[in-house]
């Protein structure tokens, strides 16, 4: 299993930025994809999440009404779309695969928002 983010980078208050998840190495299309945020001195923790079947999501209070989790299952790509960032969202931003027992993480794409 193999995933790759990328997309992250320094925005000012209130901009929007698009993460993408490509993603290798098992059936893309059947399984939870998720997306996890560590923050400095913080533990990393669930955010958004896109079941396999119906593509139904979840958010947590936090970015709730300003993120958006999609996913393209032509590609295999995980998207997060991000608008009304707040310094709050300055975090590293991991996609995650729950497989055969093992959660699998990308390397991670650092999200910094700052004016």
């Known amino acids: 299993v193999h995933l790759v ?11 929007s930025l698009r993460l993408s998840c490509t993603a290798s190495g098992f059936p893309f299309s ?23 079947s119906d593509g139904r999501t979840y958010y947590a209070d936090s970015v709730k009404g300003r993120f958006a989790i999609s996913r393209s299952d032509f590609n295999n790509s995980l998207i997060l779309q991000m608008n009304s960032l707040k310094p709050e ?18 390397q991670g794409t650092p999200v910094t928002v700052s004016s």
Request: hydrophobic letters at 30%; glycine letters at 16%.
């Open 5 to 15: 983010e990328s997309g992250g980078g320094l925005v000012q208050p209130g901009g």
């Open 30 to 52: 059947i399984y939870v994809k998720n997306w996890y945020r560590q923050a400095p001195g913080k533990e990393r923790e669930l955010f958004a999440t896109i079941s396999d």
């Open 89 to 106: 969202d300055t975090a590293v931003y991991y996609c995650n695969v729950y497989y055969r027992g093992r959660n699998f993480w990308g």
